[in-house]
């Protein structure tokens, strides 16, 4: 493994922060847009089309709207995992959901470790038990078990593992397309299943009033686009396990919206949630001398532009190519 530059790792990091925290977003509109949740699905990645082909034509030219496998994979492991985030919410509780779906990077870290074969520090491990207690401490006394929200409980599960699947589809994805090319052709693919879904699940599709529309239309460029567009330009730049713990910022973000836009107190034990969270993260830090277990990804401008001549690695392709 080759060491990763200062400049990519911080750059990394801070990419992978502002994706977590503006999918974190996705909660408060989803709770404004007045259409069913399988709708609102459909509609966060189906309006987000637009945006990413413009930004992929761009990146890419006509070879960004080329498939890939890798990207369209993701794509469905993407819409597995907002139907069953839906179908958890609806059969159990929100806190329950919520911490089962935040297991997600405890499978990327097994899969890194037992199929990437990639050696997880002490620190690393330390790391992603502070960040698993911070998330259990954040939905504090909410979480319960009862044996009537059990499939709820197994949805919430299988949503942590198609989110799993989707991190590391993408990750391979990033191989061979930039950001671009692969967020528009996984997010393609996303809303043709969840066309398909809503149709059968939902009694409309289309929303009510213009209030609704507008939080469509901020779910799909806030969480989708940016969200979305973040993650796969950070998933270039650091190791895939510690980006998968960047992505508990997602329920801190929820949290910290909910309590100044919706009026949702937050106690000390959600603090000291918090707190454990960025903890967790601070101490399992990729170093410079860390490397990525899988192949160097495709550059992405915005990254290239972040390291000097002397900075880039000698393996990095010299053709653009996430």
């Not at 498939?67 to 907002?82: I, T």
């Amino acid at each position: 493994m080759t060491a990763q530059p200062f400049p990519h790792l911080a750059l990394g990091i801070a990419t992978l922060t502002l994706g977590a925290l503006a999918m974190g977003a996705s909660v408060l509109f989803v709770r404004q847009a007045d259409v069913g949740p399988f709708a609102s699905a459909f509609w966060r990645v189906g309006l987000a089309l637009p945006v990413l082909a413009a930004w992929a034509a761009l990146a890419e030219g006509r070879r960004a709207f080329r498939p890939d496998r890798a990207s369209l994979l993701a794509g469905g492991f993407f819409a597995g995992d907002l139907i069953f985030w839906h179908l958890a919410i609806l059969g159990t509780t929100v806190a329950n959901a919520t911490v089962l779906a935040t297991t997600s990077p405890v499978w990327i870290t097994a899969f890194a470790v037992l199929v990437l074969r990639q050696k997880v520090s002490r620190a690393g491990w330390t790391g992603l038990g502070l960040c698993g207690l911070g998330a259990l401490a954040l939905v504090g006394r909410s979480w319960q078990f009862d044996p009537a929200h059990l499939p709820g409980d197994a949805a919430g599960l299988v949503t942590a593992l198609f989110f799993a699947g989707y991190f590391l589809a993408l990750s391979r994805a990033r191989l061979t397309r930039s950001a671009a090319a692969a967020t528009l052709v996984s997010t393609a693919a996303t809303t043709v299943i969840l066309f398909g879904v809503a149709l059968l699940a939902e009694p409309s599709l289309w929303p009510a009033s213009a209030g609704g529309v507008a939080a469509l239309v901020a779910l799909a460029l806030v969480a989708q686009v940016g969200g979305q567009g973040l993650m796969a330009v950070g998933l270039a730049l650091v190791p895939p396990a510690f980006g998968a713990l960047v992505f508990f910022l997602e329920v801190v973000s929820a949290a910290v919206l909910g309590a100044v836009l919706l009026h949702e107190p937050i106690g000390a034990l959600q603090t000291v949630g918090g707190l454990l969270i960025l903890a967790g993260l601070v101490v399992a830090r990729p170093r410079q001398a860390e490397g990525r277990a899988l192949p160097r990804s495709r550059p992405d401008p915005a990254a290239e532009g972040a390291a000097t001549a002397q900075d880039r690695p000698p393996d990095r392709p010299s053709s653009r190519g996430h």
